[in-house]
């Protein structure tokens, strides 16, 4: 009821992002939690080349984001979120259409391109409407894009059994009923009128330290999200065997259900305090979430069995994904905060599409590092993959500290006019201000 009150709170936009944020989802997690296990066992590949088409996916969106951050800045959201779900329909057209590599990697790069559209522009939408609850409207996202992430692994638990080609059909078709539904009913919005040339604020961009040093910090949150559907979804078809397709629905029930119930409050709760400290312990408990399977491995590594003893050996990676989910709920709403306030209300897409790029980088080269672990270090429940991944979430967290002692952080207030990206990073090494609370 908390959830649905704060709902009902803000805007018609932004409630309209949410709901739209949910239907997408709700087609993604359709296909994509079982795209690892099709390319596996239908297309032959091995972990470590899945590993590389998945991060190519993520490269593809994250990397190509400062592009589509810059066009939504410069051309309006409303035409950007539109192509890019009509391009994400196209992506899974193709998964539908072929099942050999260079058809794969193709729908890949399109389907992670449409999102380095659509992303940035619905976030800046969001920051700004949001005004100063920025954070809690970012969690409102996370719990709305979360149940739609739980709802599509469901549907293609159903649909993966008729064939994985079907599955990417409904998928590509909910998003070209999203590309319909927003060109009726997302409005636009003004924008902001432009005081320098595309060139003048890339230069801003590239000088902005404090910011880069902050993407750097925050990137390992992304990557490590991005192992739900690699190496968390391998070692439940490891451990599940026979039951493989369901165990995987379960990783994404288990992470929505934790959503719905924590997320709003969890936010709630940090955000009294400053956010450096908070997202430090966020990372740090992402990455120790990692080590919990191989330390069961001795008990649940095989499949066999009935339902029942299937569900046992579950537990502890769906524990995992329990505290992954906790760890990323402390810390998303607050790198989303931070970001929109780095850029400030007129570059806010340019500079979320420039955090997605360094998140990209991040995500392929952890993505394709742990794929080659379960490689040759012993599959998926080895400790070589758990260290990378625990090792990235401690860093994380030791980066985001400095940042945090060394005032690096900024006011997290989007709404002054004024905060360009050279008066925060202007801000951003001013004594005294950016130690507070930016809330």
């Not at 890019?84 to 193709?106: E, H």
Request: glycine fraction near 12%.
């Amino acid at each position: 009821m908390n959830t649905l009150r704060l709902f009902r709170s803000f805007p018609l936009l932004v409630r309209l992002l949410l709901v739209n944020q949910l239907a997408g989802n709700t087609g993604f997690y359709m296909l994509m939690p079982f795209l690892a296990g099709y390319l596996l066992t239908d297309v032959r590949l091995s972990a470590a080349v899945v590993g590389v088409v998945l991060g190519v996916r993520n490269l593809s969106q994250q990397g190509l984001f400062l592009v589509g951050g810059a066009i939504s800045d410069r051309l309006g959201a409303r035409g950007v979120i539109i192509v890019g779900a009509a391009i994400r329909a196209v992506g899974f057209a193709l998964f539908a259409a072929g099942g050999s590599l260079a058809v794969v990697l193709a729908a890949s790069v399109l389907t992670g391109f449409a999102g380095a559209l659509f992303n940035p522009a619905v976030r800046a939408y969001i920051a700004r409407d949001g005004a100063d609850r920025a954070a809690t409207a970012f969690a409102l996202f996370n719990v709305f894009g979360n149940v739609g992430s739980a709802v599509g692994p469901l549907a293609g638990t159903v649909l993966v059994a008729m064939g994985f080609r079907l599955t990417a059909a409904v998928a590509a078709g909910i998003f070209v009923l999203l590309t319909i539904a927003q060109l009726v009913f997302l409005p636009a919005r003004p924008v902001p009128p432009a005081d320098h040339g595309v060139l003048h604020d890339l230069r801003n961009l590239v000088s902005h330290r404090a910011f880069w040093a902050f993407a750097a910090a925050s990137a390992g949150m992304f990557a490590l999200q991005s192992q739900s559907y690699f190496i968390l979804t391998l070692q439940a078809r490891r451990v599940a065997g026979p039951h493989a397709t369901g165990a995987v629905a379960a990783l994404f029930l288990v992470d929505t259900a934790v959503i719905l119930l924590l997320q709003v409050r969890i936010t709630q709760r940090f955000a009294r305090g400053e956010r450096g400290p908070a997202m430090a312990a966020g990372m740090a408990v992402m990455g120790l979430a990692f080590v919990i399977p191989p330390l069961a491995a001795p008990l649940i590594d095989g499949g066999g069995g009935g339902v029942v003893a299937t569900s046992l050996r579950m537990v502890p990676i769906l524990a995992a994904v329990v505290v992954l989910t906790v760890g990323a709920m402390i810390v998303q709403p607050f790198v989303n905060e931070l970001v929109a306030a780095f850029g400030g209300a007129r570059l806010t897409g340019t500079y979320f599409g420039a955090f997605y790029l360094v998140s990209g980088v991040c995500t392929v080269c952890l993505t394709a590092l742990v794929g080659a672990a379960v490689d040759r270090g012993g599959g998926p429940l080895a400790w070589w993959p758990a260290g990378l991944c625990a090792g990235t979430g401690l860093l994380a967290a030791v980066a985001v500290s400095a940042l945090h002692h060394g005032r690096l952080l900024p006011v997290a207030d989007i709404e002054k006019p004024s905060e360009t990206a050279v008066s925060v990073a202007t801000a951003a090494t001013a004594p005294d201000t950016e130690s507070r609370d930016p809330r």
